[in-house]
């Protein structure tokens, strides 16, 4: 009876087990497919571009990438130094709104960058990819995050 009773929880542990592995993979699953396709994902893989188009795009992405890079390198400046000035005083202090500010800056020049970049993809695109292209990025301004 004993070893029944050990089967019997092996059983139920393995089951409840396996019923947690597999709700995980399909919420996963699901909330991915929910998802639309980033915008990167969007223009290669659904708007049909042409090998002239491509090659234009990866420049585009190339100086982009830099241009990110350099920007984000400021965001994690400012914060460092907004994480110094609250670490001073533990106070809304002076040097503190003087690093929020540069934070705000760096994030609005990140914005611009980016725009800019999405504007400059554009031109690239035919009148019909621009379209498609344009519903996609009114998606991406209008949607709820969760």
Do not use: C
Request: charged share 25%; net charge neutral; hydrophobic share 45%.
């Amino acid at each position: 009876m004993r070893i029944f009773g050990r089967g019997l929880a092996l059983t139920l542990i393995l089951a409840v087990l396996a019923g947690a592995l597999g709700s995980w993979i399909g919420a996963r699953y699901l909330v991915r497919a929910q998802q639309p396709p980033s915008l990167h994902v969007f223009v290669h893989e659904e708007l049909k571009l042409s090998p002239a188009q491509e090659q234009k795009l990866e420049a585009l992405e190339a100086d982009f990438a830099v241009r990110r890079r350099a920007r984000e390198a400021q965001l994690r400046a400012a914060n460092a130094e907004l994480a110094a000035a609250i670490q001073a005083r533990h106070e809304y202090s002076p040097e503190v709104q003087a690093a929020v500010e540069r934070f705000h800056h760096a994030m609005g020049e990140l914005q611009k960058e980016t725009i800019l970049h999405v504007l400059s993809m554009r031109k690239v695109l035919t009148p019909d990819q621009a379209a498609k292209f344009d519903r996609r990025i009114a998606e991406a301004l209008t949607e709820e995050t969760p």
